[in-house]
């Protein structure tokens, strides 16, 4: 009669110690954890029992556990407890040959053989409706066990509880088997039980968890080592809210971080895609290789690891410091320091006398002495450098050919080289030297190329005024090795006066370097403001054609500009014509969605409010910014788009799954129908959501027809504030506003004396410590670096908060949190306060715990606020 008091043992979980001496039980062959449907009662039976382990196409094996140090004839009985710790009764029972009314499987074994091998048990899965009725026969069954008197109405009620709780909690779609051994009492009645062994974990297959982990295959192995790299990763069906990418190293240390997404990015339970964390040491000098893998957050299951590589950052991804690092030689060096004209030449870069010897300019190899006295007025063919020359002139080192043959060229040269001494105007030189512009160097590089990169305004614009004198050849459009042209480099080292000029010059605006960049996307991926006033007023009628442009990654400037987190350059381009509502080509993102994804509060709140973005565009899955910001469970963004109109019951276009354990436990309608109706080929109806079946259940029976319902907002968000904040606004309809937020310029209505106390409070340690941990736990960590150089960072967070619709309860319960007692009695004194106290205290603040399981809110020490404080707990992707 000691069955329910011995500690529960968990095989598969700990290593089984059996006790030092006398019987007990052990199991033999565990269950096979995956691949095996439970089944509702309409079904029928199940086909074939319940595998081992270890069970093979051939070679079937089936649960077995052993009685040991014992013989004599013993009951073993099965039954289904839950997968947590400590183990309770499951609602669903086992069925077979040996299985009982109450669910659970009875052998009888010995008096030699003391093994039990169970070769055809079934799951049957309980319909939400007989759920409650089940849990409580099986609560009572448990609690009579070799005991004669009724229950007691007390102990009624607790069974009753009992059951509500594990209603809440109970995942119908893992169970796993507890072995009970009996042995024979002196009366011969089987009540002395040995210690319970519980299985390893079953999962039903139906549901996406049950499935083992595998990555197919992802687009990206290598990233930065600072992260932040998108990777598309395919893999077997994964449950959006129940997994994470994971990054390890197999040594001491034991690195680990996660991918960074969120529910929105995992696609149709089969890709997702993800952003890469950093890797922990932000300086390496060579590649390093760590490991990745799937895993669930719940089972803790894990899928086999693939290699991915941290490659050492490329600060100079452009290769323009590295050119500006190269050394040049010495003048006297360009004549190897030979004799000036003739004699003996000292090494390859010596004037050779008389045999067409190598004169090595830097920057252009191949050109020979005889060249510069050519007569051809362009012996450059191509524009690599190398000379073309003909006849007599390709003779070689070998011909008797003298040097005053030459005798024009020379003439020439000294003409423009005594011009020069008089003019002091370099282009004297440069124009005979003209035929000279297009030669490239080892990295594609021509003279103009270099001018710009070594920032030699002067040289740039002599260069090009000599350039534009030879219309014949587009010597200003040539690109370099890595496809730049002068214009992209003039971008990229941020000198506006010289893209001025170049543009002046006819330079094709339009041309792209090796990712698809145009010149536009180059000035905003820098956040340069100056460079892209100067762009859009030269660019002339490129500007619409470069404004819809995207790169080879499908962005278009708007997109780049939020990336930027650059407000200007984003009005900029918008009064210019570009399109606030512009879709990136990957996935159908607007510049809102991409503000809303990286957690910028202050650009997503300048796109609505002063820009006018259609706070319900969708992306290519049907995903609207508010099922972005669900999905990542800010607060602070769900509130400032529901504010601003956007559509609680807009739906995505991936239909809710039916197979997950969300579904068969989430779900008022009885999953026997459910069942029976994708038997029958048709959609499922509807699973309504058990707290607001107004979101769910809207516009989905039509003319009597099922039709499986898509996510909602509130179906992606696992942040119990957002799920409330989203119910309220489901409940008050669309046009309902929330409580609205104090006049903006007012700073949550205080007046001026406690502001500023405030600011003094927040401001007073140097390092800024006590904002920046306010702006963290208000949600608005993306502003820190806006302001962090602002007079005052603290009044323009207070001002940003505000206008994203911040409660001044929300405020007061982050001070509290921060332990800043002094200024929470500060703002208590206000008479903005009392006001407030008097009109919202009447109303719940709201708040509520974050795991989903638990409905019931927290009570709080501060709750000033009708409004919805944002979030404080991490972000759950």
């Given at each position: 009669n000691m069955l329910f008091g011995f500690p529960v043992f968990l095989i598969g979980t700990s290593p089984f110690c059996p006790p030092a001496e006398g019987p007990y039980l052990v199991i033999i062959e565990q269950p096979k954890?995956?691949?095996?449907?439970?089944?509702?009662?309409?079904?029928?039976?199940?086909?074939?029992?319940?595998?081992?382990?270890?069970s093979e196409k051939g070679r079937k094996t089936y649960p077995t556990v052993k009685i040991c140090n014992y013989t004599g004839v013993a009951r073993i009985e099965v039954d289904l407890v839950t997968h947590s710790d400590p183990p309770r009764v499951h609602a669903h029972s086992l069925v077979g040959k040996q299985c009982n009314e109450a669910g659970n499987c009875v052998t009888i074994v010995g008096p030699k053989d003391m093994t039990a091998q169970f070769s055809n048990l079934g799951v049957l899965h309980v319909t939400k409706k007989n759920m409650m009725e089940i849990m409580k026969e099986k609560l009572k069954q448990q609690k009579m066990r070799n005991r004669s008197?009724?229950?007691?109405?007390?102990?009624?009620?607790?069974?009753?509880?009992?059951a509500k709780e594990l209603k809440k909690v109970m995942d119908l779609s893992i169970v796993r088997l507890r072995f009970t051994a009996y042995l024979r009492?002196?009366?011969g009645n089987f009540t002395l039980a040995l210690q319970p062994v519980i299985s390893d974990p079953i999962?039903?297959?139906?549901?996406?968890?049950?499935?083992?982990?595998?990555?197919?295959?992802?687009?990206?192995?290598?990233?930065s080592v600072r992260g932040g790299d998108e990777v598309y990763l395919l893999c077997d069906k994964v449950q959006k809210d129940d997994i994470e990418v994971r990054f390890y190293e197999d040594d001491e240390n034991g690195w680990q971080a996660f991918g960074d997404f969120s529910p929105t990015d995992v696609h149709k339970q089969y890709a997702i895609v993800f952003r890469t964390p950093p890797y922990h040491k932000p300086k390496i000098d060579r590649p390093v290789t760590v490991f990745l893998q799937l895993k669930r957050k719940r089972g803790g299951d894990v899928s086999d690891s693939k290699q991915?590589?941290?490659?050492?950052?490329?600060?100079?991804?452009?290769?323009?410091e590295r050119k500006r690092k190269k050394v040049l030689p010495q003048f006297p060096q360009h004549f190897g320091g030979g004799s000036h004209m003739g004699g003996a030449g000292g090494g390859a870069g010596g004037f050779g006398s008389g045999g067409g010897g190598n004169l090595s300019f830097p920057y252009s190899p191949g050109l020979t002495y005889s060249s510069l006295y050519s007569s051809s007025p362009h012996p450059v063919g191509s524009y690599q450098g190398g000379v073309q020359m003909k006849g007599s002139e390709a003779e070689g080192p070998g011909s008797d050919r003298q040097a005053p043959a030459a005798a024009p060229g020379a003439r020439r040269n000294a003409h423009a080289l005594l011009d020069y001494s008089v003019t002091a105007d370099p282009r004297m030189l440069l124009a005979v030297q003209r035929h000279l512009a297009a030669s490239q160097d080892e990295n594609g590089d021509t003279p103009l190329h270099l001018a710009i990169i070594h920032e030699q305004t002067a040289v740039t614009k002599q260069l090009i005024d000599v350039i534009v004198s030879i219309p014949s050849q587009q010597i200003i459009n040539i690109s370099n090795n890595l496809q730049q042209?002068?214009?992209?480099?003039?971008?990229?080292?941020?000198?506006?006066?010289v893209v001025q000029l170049l543009l002046q010059a006819r330079a094709d605006p339009t041309l792209l370097d090796r990712y698809g960049n145009s010149l536009l996307h180059l000035a905003l991926q820098a956040g340069d403001e100056e460079m892209l006033r100067t762009l859009?007023?030269?660019l002339g009628s490129a500007a619409p054609y470069l404004l819809r442009l995207p790169n080879f990654h499908g962005l278009l400037p708007v997109h780049l500009a939020v990336k930027a987190k650059s407000l200007a350059c984003l009005d900029l381009l918008v009064r210019t014509g570009a399109d606030v509502n512009a879709v990136e080509r990957q996935s159908g993102r607007t510049p809102l969605h991409l503000a809303v994804e990286m957690e910028n509060l202050n650009m997503a709140t300048h796109l609505v409010k002063k820009l006018g973005a259609d706070i319900n565009s969708r992306t290519f899955a049907g995903n609207t910014p508010l099922h972005l910001a669900a999905g990542l469970g800010s607060p602070t963004l769900t509130k400032l788009l529901l504010k601003a109109g956007a559509d609680v019951l807009c739906e995505n276009d991936e239909p809710m799954s039916l197979s997950s354990s969300e579904a068969s436990s989430d779900t008022d309608t009885d999953p026997e129908e459910q069942e029976l109706a994708m038997d029958l080929g048709e959609p499922a109806p509807a699973a309504e959501h058990s707290t607001n079946s107004k979101l769910s259940t809207q516009g989905h029976w039509q003319a009597g027809h099922r039709q499986r319902r898509c996510h909602t907002s509130l179906d992606l968000t696992r942040s119990q504030k957002v799920r409330e904040i989203l119910l309220q606004a489901s409940q008050q309809g669309p046009e309902a506003e929330l409580p609205t937020a104090p006049q903006p310029g007012k700073v949550l209505s205080l007046d001026n004396e406690a502001l500023q106390g405030l600011e003094q409070l927040l401001n007073q340690d140097c390092s800024g410590s006590d904002w920046i941990e306010l702006a963290k736990r208000l949600g608005l960590c993306s502003l820190v670096e806006t302001y962090k150089d602002t007079p005052s960072p603290s009044a323009s967070l207070l001002r940003s908060y505000e206008l994203a619709g911040g409660s001044l309860g929300g405020l007061l319960e982050a001070l509290d949190s921060m332990g800043l007692h002094n200024a929470v009695r500060m703002l208590h004194k206000t008479e903005a306060l009392d006001k407030l106290q008097s009109t919202e205290l009447k109303e719940d603040s709201a708040y509520g715990s974050e795991s989903v399981e638990e409905e019931q809110a927290p009570t709080l020490t501060l709750k000033p606020g009708g409004e919805l404080a944002p979030s404080q707990q991490p972000q759950v992707h």
């Amino acid at each position: 009669n000691m069955l329910f008091g011995f500690p529960v043992f968990l095989i598969g979980t700990s290593p089984f110690c059996p006790p030092a001496e006398g019987p007990y039980l052990v199991i033999i062959e565990q269950p096979k954890q995956r691949g095996f449907r439970f089944r509702y009662g309409c079904e029928g039976p199940s086909h074939g029992g319940l595998p081992g382990a270890s069970s093979e196409k051939g070679r079937k094996t089936y649960p077995t556990v052993k009685i040991c140090n014992y013989t004599g004839v013993a009951r073993i009985e099965v039954d289904l407890v839950t997968h947590s710790d400590p183990p309770r009764v499951h609602a669903h029972s086992l069925v077979g040959k040996q299985c009982n009314e109450a669910g659970n499987c009875v052998t009888i074994v010995g008096p030699k053989d003391m093994t039990a091998q169970f070769s055809n048990l079934g799951v049957l899965h309980v319909t939400k409706k007989n759920m409650m009725e089940i849990m409580k026969e099986k609560l009572k069954q448990q609690k009579m066990r070799n005991r004669s008197q009724l229950l007691t109405e007390v102990e009624l009620r607790e069974i009753e509880q009992e059951a509500k709780e594990l209603k809440k909690v109970m995942d119908l779609s893992i169970v796993r088997l507890r072995f009970t051994a009996y042995l024979r009492d002196s009366s011969g009645n089987f009540t002395l039980a040995l210690q319970p062994v519980i299985s390893d974990p079953i999962h039903d297959s139906k549901s996406p968890g049950a499935s083992n982990l595998k990555i197919s295959r992802m687009d990206k192995t290598a990233g930065s080592v600072r992260g932040g790299d998108e990777v598309y990763l395919l893999c077997d069906k994964v449950q959006k809210d129940d997994i994470e990418v994971r990054f390890y190293e197999d040594d001491e240390n034991g690195w680990q971080a996660f991918g960074d997404f969120s529910p929105t990015d995992v696609h149709k339970q089969y890709a997702i895609v993800f952003r890469t964390p950093p890797y922990h040491k932000p300086k390496i000098d060579r590649p390093v290789t760590v490991f990745l893998q799937l895993k669930r957050k719940r089972g803790g299951d894990v899928s086999d690891s693939k290699q991915f590589t941290y490659y050492p950052v490329v600060e100079d991804k452009e290769e323009v410091e590295r050119k500006r690092k190269k050394v040049l030689p010495q003048f006297p060096q360009h004549f190897g320091g030979g004799s000036h004209m003739g004699g003996a030449g000292g090494g390859a870069g010596g004037f050779g006398s008389g045999g067409g010897g190598n004169l090595s300019f830097p920057y252009s190899p191949g050109l020979t002495y005889s060249s510069l006295y050519s007569s051809s007025p362009h012996p450059v063919g191509s524009y690599q450098g190398g000379v073309q020359m003909k006849g007599s002139e390709a003779e070689g080192p070998g011909s008797d050919r003298q040097a005053p043959a030459a005798a024009p060229g020379a003439r020439r040269n000294a003409h423009a080289l005594l011009d020069y001494s008089v003019t002091a105007d370099p282009r004297m030189l440069l124009a005979v030297q003209r035929h000279l512009a297009a030669s490239q160097d080892e990295n594609g590089d021509t003279p103009l190329h270099l001018a710009i990169i070594h920032e030699q305004t002067a040289v740039t614009k002599q260069l090009i005024d000599v350039i534009v004198s030879i219309p014949s050849q587009q010597i200003i459009n040539i690109s370099n090795n890595l496809q730049q042209t002068p214009l992209h480099l003039a971008v990229i080292t941020k000198q506006p006066q010289v893209v001025q000029l170049l543009l002046q010059a006819r330079a094709d605006p339009t041309l792209l370097d090796r990712y698809g960049n145009s010149l536009l996307h180059l000035a905003l991926q820098a956040g340069d403001e100056e460079m892209l006033r100067t762009l859009l007023a030269h660019l002339g009628s490129a500007a619409p054609y470069l404004l819809r442009l995207p790169n080879f990654h499908g962005l278009l400037p708007v997109h780049l500009a939020v990336k930027a987190k650059s407000l200007a350059c984003l009005d900029l381009l918008v009064r210019t014509g570009a399109d606030v509502n512009a879709v990136e080509r990957q996935s159908g993102r607007t510049p809102l969605h991409l503000a809303v994804e990286m957690e910028n509060l202050n650009m997503a709140t300048h796109l609505v409010k002063k820009l006018g973005a259609d706070i319900n565009s969708r992306t290519f899955a049907g995903n609207t910014p508010l099922h972005l910001a669900a999905g990542l469970g800010s607060p602070t963004l769900t509130k400032l788009l529901l504010k601003a109109g956007a559509d609680v019951l807009c739906e995505n276009d991936e239909p809710m799954s039916l197979s997950s354990s969300e579904a068969s436990s989430d779900t008022d309608t009885d999953p026997e129908e459910q069942e029976l109706a994708m038997d029958l080929g048709e959609p499922a109806p509807a699973a309504e959501h058990s707290t607001n079946s107004k979101l769910s259940t809207q516009g989905h029976w039509q003319a009597g027809h099922r039709q499986r319902r898509c996510h909602t907002s509130l179906d992606l968000t696992r942040s119990q504030k957002v799920r409330e904040i989203l119910l309220q606004a489901s409940q008050q309809g669309p046009e309902a506003e929330l409580p609205t937020a104090p006049q903006p310029g007012k700073v949550l209505s205080l007046d001026n004396e406690a502001l500023q106390g405030l600011e003094q409070l927040l401001n007073q340690d140097c390092s800024g410590s006590d904002w920046i941990e306010l702006a963290k736990r208000l949600g608005l960590c993306s502003l820190v670096e806006t302001y962090k150089d602002t007079p005052s960072p603290s009044a323009s967070l207070l001002r940003s908060y505000e206008l994203a619709g911040g409660s001044l309860g929300g405020l007061l319960e982050a001070l509290d949190s921060m332990g800043l007692h002094n200024a929470v009695r500060m703002l208590h004194k206000t008479e903005a306060l009392d006001k407030l106290q008097s009109t919202e205290l009447k109303e719940d603040s709201a708040y509520g715990s974050e795991s989903v399981e638990e409905e019931q809110a927290p009570t709080l020490t501060l709750k000033p606020g009708g409004e919805l404080a944002p979030s404080q707990q991490p972000q759950v992707h």
